[in-house]
């Protein structure tokens, strides 16, 4: 292995674009984020959050990313989403996948800095990547992650001790984000972005892009983020798409609902593609980013 993703982030930023991770827990989604990869010719993260181990265990999730690429000519990298359990994530390593997050944010800062340490020294045996976290991200609407209600922005200076300590290849941050919808307006710290990145060279990542609006987004890949992670609003399409057939014909048959999921799913996650891959040039701002 190749140091895949850290390749992808490091390409999406010398050319001011970011790369779209996708969560995925089944065939309808990571069909549907590799299909979109494809109609937006863009490479993808599919990214298997430990939280959903319970849909599919380490093995059939590298099984399943790899055979929904089938004859799609699509770039794409297997990564492990937020994780605190030191054994998941060395398992994830030996069952191949190209990066893995290892989180430790809930920790006292001289533990992160250990566990996130062993773990980059684990995945250097395999050529993976390590993304990490620094600060608390809460957990918003209709989100499947359990991120908690504390919003922790994350310090510039500590970043930079922290990246220089653990040699980490990514670094998610908080800045006023959330997993899942916003409940009020957002706010994002982009102040605090900008002295983040330039307090440290490592590729920055956004969890939460989902309900944020386009021009605020835009705003935090023009200030240095470079993977974009995405899951509750593709995981609302697809559920949406479902409610609507059944709605349309109760007697569906569950072949027909699996297409429409993933159709809706492609369908959504190419918007956040589409998003990602444009050039500084072409981007938008938000009010408050201008
Ligand atoms: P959203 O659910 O807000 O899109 O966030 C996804 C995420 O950050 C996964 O790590």
Redesign the pocket.
């Known amino acids: 292995m190749s140091h895949l993703m850290s390749k992808m982030l490091h390409a999406a930023r010398s050319e001011g674009t970011a790369v779209a991770a996708v969560?995925f827990y089944s065939f309808e989604s990571a069909r549907g984020a590799l299909l979109a990869a494809r109609d937006a010719d863009r490479p993808v993260i599919l990214?298997f959050?430990a939280r959903y181990l319970k849909n599919l265990s380490l093995t059939q999730a590298a099984a399943l990313a790899r055979c929904s690429a089938e004859s799609l000519n699509v770039k794409w990298a297997l990564h492990l989403?937020?994780c605190s359990d030191l054994n998941v994530v060395r398992a994830a390593i030996d069952a191949g996948f190209d990066s893995v997050m290892y989180d430790g944010s809930a920790l006292p800062f001289a533990d992160n800095i250990r566990n996130t340490a062993q773990v980059v020294s684990w995945a250097a045996e395999r050529g993976a990547d390590v993304e990490a976290e620094l600060g608390a991200v809460k957990t918003g609407a209709h989100?499947a992650?359990d991120s908690g209600s504390v919003e922790l922005y994350t310090d510039p200076a500590q970043a930079a001790v922290f990246v220089r300590s653990t040699g980490i290849d990514a670094l998610a941050v908080s800045i006023g984000t959330?997993?899942?919808l916003y409940k009020g307006t957002p706010h994002i710290r982009l102040d605090i972005l900008e002295a983040i990145r330039a307090a440290v060279d490592t590729p920055l990542v956004r969890?939460?892009?989902?309900?944020m609006g386009r021009g605020l987004l835009q705003d935090t890949i023009r200030r240095g983020i470079c993977k974009i992670?995405?899951?509750?609003?593709l995981s609302m399409a697809g559920a949406a798409a479902a409610k609507e057939l059944l709605d349309r014909e109760p007697a569906a048959h569950l072949s027909s609902l699996s297409l429409t999921i993933t159709e809706a799913f492609r369908k959504a996650a190419e918007s956040y593609m589409d998003l990602a891959a444009m050039k500084p040039e072409e981007r938008t701002s938000s009010a408050q980013g201008e």
């Open positions: 969560n990214a959050g989403d937020h989100s992650e959330v997993h899942g969890h939460g892009a989902s309900g992670n995405v899951n509750t609003e």
